[in-house]
T-cell receptor
Framework: SQQGEEDPQALSIQEGENATMNCSYK?????LQWYRQNSGRGLVHLIL?????REKHSGRLRVTLDTSKKSSSLLITASRAADTASYFC???????????FGTGTRLTVIP | EAGVAQSPRYKIIEKRQSVAFWCNPI?????LYWYQQILGQGPKLLIQ????????DSQLPKDRFSAERLKGVDSTLKIQPAKLEDSAVYLC?????????????FGQGTRLTVV
């Protein structure tokens, strides 16, 4: 079973707009990671946020983490057509030493 | 640095046949994961190795799936016999450490079609 759940399941925006996707989870975590998957490819790591961090930036990416609400958000600013992909949150669960993924958000950026 | 290598890239088999997938992780990575990703879903963790020991195989259907990691390096995942519902992409990933603060590196996957 999936340990996390992203929403929305699908998101379609115009190029240049911002895209926000959310991840909710149920367990205690060491860190939360966001990955991108282009069609037919493996997952690519984007950014990692530790459980004691609240916000992190990397280029056009901004991630927030609220451990009290067990949720995280990924913001992609000034989107590009090349950002079209599926985005997954990965949960590094406390005491479990593993990496579970959510259901994913399918992002389409229209040129 | 070479990435995670998987083979074959594609495989089509008939139900009840056997199939094996191979993964060569990034050199020096202690942790190796196998995931099953059914079309339209997120990756589901099947088994996780730390060196050549199993850390988590709670979601591995052990009546038909098996995996091994010899000498803590390469790994093979086998399905015997295959069912139609095993059609999926099988992803291998590796990381230098488990737990706090480590990203996973993924291979391109093996797309299995069971007919």
């Amino acid at each position: 079973s999936q340990q996390g759940e992203e929403d929305p399941q699908a998101l379609s925006i115009q190029e240049g707009e911002n895209a926000t996707m959310n991840c909710s989870y149920k367990t205690s975590i060491n860190n939360l990671q966001w990955y991108r998957q282009n069609s037919g490819r493996g997952l690519v790591h984007l950014i990692l946020i530790r459980s004691n961090e609240r916000e992190k930036h990397s280029g056009r990416l901004r991630v927030t983490l609220d451990t009290s609400k067990k949720s995280s958000s990924l913001l992609i600013t000034a989107s590009r057509a090349a950002d079209t992909a599926s985005y997954f949150c990965g949960l590094d669960q406390t005491g479990a030493n593993n990496l579970f993924f959510g259901t994913g958000t399918r992002l389409t950026v229209i040129p | 640095e070479a990435g995670v290598a998987q083979s074959p890239r594609y495989k089509i088999i008939e139900k009840r046949q056997s199939v094996a997938f191979w993964c060569n992780p990034i050199s020096g990575h202690a942790t190796l994961y196998w995931y099953q990703q059914i079309l339209g879903q997120g990756p589901k963790l099947l088994i996780q190795f730390q060196n050549n020991g199993v850390v988590d195989d709670s979601q591995l259907p052990k009546d038909r799936f098996s995996a091994e990691r010899l000498k803590g390096v390469d790994s093979t995942l086998k399905i015997q016999p295959a069912k139609l519902e095993d059609s999926a992409v099988y992803l291998c990933a590796s990381s230098p450490l488990t737990g706090y603060g480590t990203e996973a590196f993924f291979g391109q996957g093996t797309r299995l079609t069971v007919v």
